[in-house]
T-cell receptor, first 114, second 116 residues
Framework: NAGVTQTPKFQVLKTGQSMTLQCAQD?????MSWYRQDPGMGLRLIHY???????DQGEVPNGYNVSRSTTEDFPLRLLSAAPSQTSVYFC?????????????FGQGTRLTVV | AQKITQTQPGMFVQEKEAVTLDCTYD???????LFWYKQPSSGEMIFLIY??????QNATEGRYSLNFQKARKSANLVISASQLGDSAMYFC?????????????FGGGTRVLVKP
């Protein structure tokens, strides 16, 4: 199984450009989420989804959009990139209902905005 | 709202010794889950152990154990018999039980360096 796949792994953007970070999972998980990790810090929740068609904001949603048209995919869109969005982005998925429910993380996307 | 505090920015531990990583939390949820993740220098997030707030027994997974003290709102990770490969960042995290691993709130992390 591929698990959670994020593309691209690295990206450099110019200020003001837009782009979409892709996230796909093949575990049929209903729950998916996006986090950002700034240097030397823990992960912070950007947006999350509890199923296709359902998304909600996390702790740091400004400047990002998400949609969830399928169970498998949860893309993150940067509307107008800013240097403050330079970070490592992680996508995660989990299966509701299990007692010992870990989140499975992708490998991360390292984004630099210049 | 949930908050996780990890007060130890970095620690050295001798190989084969045990190490305890501190984690305290705050939440208004009645039921919640507590997680520990390992992040090696390669950057991936590796799940280590889970404790539900309703669990009366402390969780264990191999060399990892979670010292859960609900009244104190602490969920410390104990790594026994440290190995060189344990050198990494360690993050404590929590989510509401219904979120099932979704909507995680993370602490700032503790960097562990295992010395031979």
């Amino acid at each position: 199984n591929a698990g959670v796949t994020q593309t691209p792994k690295f990206q450099v953007l110019k200020t003001g450009q837009s782009m979409t970070l892709q996230c796909a999972q093949d575990m049929n998980h209903e729950y998916m989420s996006w986090y950002r990790q700034d240097p030397g810090m823990g992960l912070r929740l950007i947006h999350y989804s509890v199923g296709a068609g359902i998304t909600d904001q996390g702790e740091v949603p400004n400047g990002y959009n998400v949609s969830r048209s399928t169970t498998e995919d949860f893309p993150l869109r940067l509307l107008s990139a800013a240097p403050s969005q330079t970070s490592v982005y992680f996508c995660a998925s989990s299966f509701p209902g299990a007692l010992n429910t870990e989140a499975f993380f992708g490998q991360g996307t390292r984004l630099t905005v210049v | 709202a949930q908050k996780i505090t990890q007060t130890q920015p970095g620690m050295f531990v001798q190989e084969k010794e045990a190490v305890t990583l501190d984690c305290t939390y705050d939440t208004s949820d009645q039921s919640y889950g507590l997680f520990w993740y390992k992040q090696p220098s390669s950057g991936e997030m590796i799940f280590l152990i889970y404790q539900g707030s309703y669990d009366e027994q402390n969780a264990t997974e191999g060399r990892y154990s979670l010292n859960f003290q609900k009244a104190r709102k602490s969920a410390n990770l104990v790594i026994s018999a440290s190995q060189l490969g344990d050198s990494a960042m360690y993050f404590c995290a929590m989510s509401p039980i219904k979120a099932a691993g979704n909507k995680l709130t993370f602490g700032g992390g503790t960097r562990v360096l295992v010395k031979p």
